[in-house]
Every structure is written in structure tokens, then in C-alpha cells.
């Protein structure tokens, strides 16, 4: 609740530690690079910095509902690791794509995930990784469509249906999906076998 009541109030807290040099390609806490460097120029975009206050209140509706876990897939496939399509192409926006220089290559020109339009109740239906590159990443048409979907979404109905709905994992195409590029998961299944 502290954490939306700051972003609803548009203040914005960040990490007072950095990564090691080793940790540059991801980290899964957000350190002060990360925050500085990823979020700080976002919040600097009017547009995007109402979505995260209206977001913030969102947060804080959330917990009466005990919605957090489907919320909290909207603030990472968006605010995290969101993709903007532009006339000029995808455009990365996520904070946690940004402060990753192998994920800004990975999210824009690797095969392996699949990059999918933005859909909310989609997106709070899927499931992610915090501990590796994403499979899949949500693509929105503009900061100010994100916003108007957020501000005009009745989330109590939304929240209802969604506990009743099955979660997505993150490779999954799911049917009715506005498919931008469907991935190969080839990262996904190198990753597996190598554990194995």
C-alpha cells in the first residue's frame, strides 16, 4: 500500500544501491540505475507520468479486492517491459528492458518471443518471469491509449472474471491475440535444456 499511495500521490521511489558489473544484463531487484536510468526520463512523458498515478490508485483499490498478483502483471508487461509500436517500427518503454542492454537487443530483434498487442485482461492474465528474459512482450498503440484504457477499465467486474479465468504462461499464444511476431521460443528451449 505505501508503494501505490507514492506512485498515486506521483512521487516515484528509487533504489539507493547499484549493480556489479557482472549484474548489467539483469538484475531482479530495481537498483538505483535501473530507477535513475529506466523510470525517471517515462515520468518525465505527462501522459505516461497519469498513468502511473492512476495506476497508483489502481494499487490501492486492488488490495481491497486481494488482486494484487493480476495487477501487478499490468505494471510488468507495461511499465517493466513494455514495447510501443511507432510508424518507425517497436520502441521499447519498459524500465526493466531499458536498464538491460541484453534484453533491449533481445525484446526488439531476437526470434524467440512472441511480441503480441495489448489486450488488459490478457496481459492480467499472464504469468512472468522475474528471474530471465521475457517470452513474450505486449505491445500498446500509445501512452495515451494505455491511459485510456486504465482510467475507463471498471476493474471490480474485471478482477471477478479473472479469478474464475486460467492464467497464460508467458510462451502461450492464446486464441483472439493480435500477434505482432510470433517467437520461436528457440531462447526458452535452449534455457531448459541446459538445465536439464
Known sequence: DVFFDHLANRRFVAGNFIRRRDQLDYLQE??????VFGHV?????????????????????????DSLD????????????????EEE???????????????????LD???PNRIRFDMKRVMRTNYRI???QQVYFVIPSFEELLRQ??????APLY???????DFAPEDIAEGDGIITRGTQAYALEKAASAA
Open 70 to 85: 493480476h495487477l501487478a502483471r499490468l505494471y510488468w508487461y507495461t511499465v517493466e517491459f513494455g514495447l510501443i509500436e
Open 89 to 107: 517500427g517497436l520502441r521499447i518503454y519498459g524500465s526493466g528492458i531499458v536498464s538491460s542492454h541484453g534484453e533491449s537487443v533481445f525484446a
Open 160 to 166: 471477478a472474471e479473472l479469478e474464475k479465468a486460467s
Open 30 to 35: 530495481p537498483d538505483v540505475f535501473h530507477d
Open 41 to 65: 526520463p517515462m515520468l518525465a512523458n505527462p501522459v505516461f507520468a497519469d498513468y502511473m498515478e492512476a495506476y497508483g490508485r489502481g494499487g490501492l483499490r486492488a488490495l481491497e479486492f
Open 150 to 155: 486504465t482510467v475507463e477499465t471498471d476493474f
Open 131 to 133: 528471474d530471465d528474459f
Open 110 to 112: 531476437d526470434p524467440s
